[in-house]
T-cell receptor, first 113, second 114 residues
Framework: NAGVMQNPRHLVRRRGQEARLRCSPMKGHSHVYWYRQLPEEGLKFMVYLQKENIIDESGMPKERFSAEFPKEGPSILRIQQVVRGDSAAYFC???????????FGQGTRLTVV | GENVEQHPSTLSVQEGDSAVIKCTYSDSASNYFPWYKQELGKGPQLIIDIRSNVGEKKDQRIAVTLNKTAKHFSLHITETQPEDSAVYFCAVTGGGTSYGKLTFGQGTILTVHP
């Protein structure tokens, strides 16, 4: 009974490189949400996706960040040309859509050096 | 947009004591209020939630109360144990089909001393 799976758990990138973060929702869940947590802060909503659709990207920076949730495979959060300020923990959550409970993965800790 | 304030930011108690964490929110349309526990290096874990049509909910040693008129809700942990030590976050959402779009409080670091 796997929960929300995120990989990698830790990712180190040099400034200017690309970061790709993956999230597989819980079985039976079709709604995916990405959050960012800066050190010693709460979680901030970034983007909400359903299969092949971006529903709400109001929390995602307009430049360098993109997200997708293809028909097959995990959801991907992509950060191009990373900068030191992108260093954070990125969490993915999933819901069934018709119920309230959102379950989170263990996160990907991105460090930009 | 929604604004959630959480207090206190740190809370230190002795084992066996009770702990209370409070949150206030701004959007009166919010109707779902979960609490998450986050241990070091891990993702947030849902521990209890409450909907706007309920004033109180209890699950063993934890309970949540909601005052919709005043727009605040609280987490109560009784008979605290060292393993309760973690960061606790309240969250709020307006529901519908975007239940997972949560606005979080700033978090409370709870330390339970043996």
């Amino acid at each position: 009974n796997a929960g929300v799976m995120q990989n990698p758990r830790h990712l180190v990138r040099r400034r200017g490189q690309e970061a790709r973060l993956r999230c597989s929702p819980m079985k039976g869940h079709s709604h995916v949400y990405w959050y960012r947590q800066l050190p010693e802060e709460g979680l901030k909503f970034m983007v909400y996706l359903q299969k092949e659709n971006i529903i709400d990207e109001s929390g995602m920076p307009k430049e360098r960040f993109s997200a997708e949730f293809p028909k097959e495979g995990p959801s991907i959060l992509r950060i191009q040309q990373v900068v030191r300020g992108d260093s954070a923990a990125y969490f993915c959550a999933s819901t069934r859509g018709d119920t309230a409970e959102a379950f989170f993965g263990q996160g990907t800790r991105l460090t930009v050096v | 947009g929604e604004n959630v304030e959480q207090h206190p930011s740190t809370l230190s108690v002795q084992e066996g004591d009770s702990a209370v964490i409070k949150c206030t929110y701004s959007d009166s349309a919010s109707n779902y209020f979960p609490w998450y526990k986050q241990e070091l290096g891990k993702g947030p874990q849902l521990i209890i939630d409450i909907r706007s049509n309920v004033g109180e909910k209890k699950d063993q040693r934890i309970a949540v109360t909601l005052n919709k008129t005043a727009k605040h809700f609280s987490l109560h942990i009784t008979e605290t144990q060292p393993e309760d030590s973690a960061v606790y976050f309240c969250a709020v959402t307006g529901g519908g089909t975007s239940y997972g779009k949560l606005t979080f409080g700033q978090g409370t670091i709870l330390t339970v001393h043996p």
